[in-house]
């Protein structure tokens, strides 16, 4: 028996989830030492990050040397291409400052170095094993339904919607958005390439769900990015008017009055889902085969209004799963780990 396994019977394992939302950290760690598991959360505001935050997290692993640290990654200038080739990916975006991985042969996950950098910086008192990207969960959540004909998996959680089509296992498209659930007005526009894009040809892509921490460390010099994150303008929706009329069976129009609620954070959604299913169709980069079916994993626990705004309004039929983000990502943790003894 390796001696590595003599001491992993001696201490406890943990693992630590964060998830870093708009105004709040959430932390899940999970205890495991014999046949006995125990589980806390705690939620920190933001402000709290570098106090509260790091001594929760020392106390918890302060007694093994086996802790794992997992971060969701939440940068904006992050998304999924359905390509792994790097020459082919500039049709679909400015990956040239960024990390990329390719899963499967099949697509590539980027992301801004600069963003993985400061992830790391955060929470560099206790360091970072895993920063694990939403496409990757999004996958995962619904792996036994991607091998069949083109449809649209959606992640919502926070202020942040990631969303993929996918066929026979092979992407088709994908877009990664932030959504501002402060205004009552949705408003984005679509991501401009700025520069021209300039590939690392010593760079491998690699074959893995998750971006080690130990994968960042020939980072280039960041200090001339100050510009990369930079907000797009935003188009503004104020002027739009939702249809909300219906035809009843006699044929006569039946008007629904709109709730306030109407034009909140689920109309927001839709909206954008509405602009990237267009983007989808027009776009002759991307392969576009119909979509009529949606499932969308909710983990704000939203409600049916996104659900009735896209099958009355795109007649698509759409199907919610309510999940809890911080407990899927423990079990990816545990089985990243696993994969890697």
Do not use: W
Request: contains cysteine.
């Amino acid at each position: 028996m390796r001696l590595s396994r003599v001491f992993e019977r001696l201490y406890a394992k943990v693992y630590v989830v964060i998830i870093v939302l708009k105004k709040k950290v959430e932390v899940s760690i999970v205890t495991q030492h014999g046949g006995n598991s125990a589980m806390s959360r705690v939620e920190f505001e933001s402000s709290q990050i570098a106090s509260e935050l790091y001594d929760f997290v020392q106390e918890a692993i302060a007694e093994t040397p086996f802790y794992y640290i997992s971060v969701l990654n939440n940068g904006i200038n992050q998304g999924i291409i359905p390509t792994c080739h790097r020459h082919q990916a500039q049709k679909y975006a400015d990956v040239s400052l960024s990390k990329t991985l390719c899963i499967r042969g099949n697509y590539m996950l980027y992301s801004s170095k600069h963003e993985l950098n400061v992830i790391e910086k955060t929470f560099q008192g206790f360091g970072v094993d895993f920063i694990f990207s939403p496409f990757t969960l999004l996958e995962r959540l619904y792996n036994d339904k991607i091998d069949a004909k083109a449809q649209l998996y959606i992640l919502i959680y926070g202020d942040y919607l990631a969303m993929a089509i996918f066929q026979h296992s092979s992407l088709l498209f994908g877009s990664f958005e932030h959504v501002d659930s402060g205004t009552t007005d949705t408003a984005f526009d679509d991501k401009e390439e700025e520069e021209d894009v300039v590939f690392d040809l010593e760079e491998e892509p690699q074959d893995d769900d998750g971006i080690s921490i130990d994968e960042l460390d020939a980072l280039d010099d960041l200090s001339d990015l100050e510009d990369l994150d930079a907000i797009h303008e935003l188009e503004d929706f104020t002027d739009e008017t939702p249809d909300f009329s219906l035809e009843s069976d006699t044929g006569a129009m039946q008007v629904i009055a709109p709730s306030m609620d109407d034009f909140g954070i689920s109309y927001q959604h839709f909206l954008i889902i509405q602009k990237r299913l267009e983007h989808y169709y027009k776009d002759a980069t991307y392969r576009s085969e119909f979509i009529e079916s949606v499932y969308i994993a909710d983990a704000n626990d939203s409600g049916d209004d996104l659900k009735r705004y896209l099958e009355e309004e795109l007649f698509l039929t759409v199907v919610i799963r309510h999940v809890n983000i911080a407990d899927e990502l423990l079990t990816l943790s545990m089985e990243e780990v696993q994969h890697a003894l």
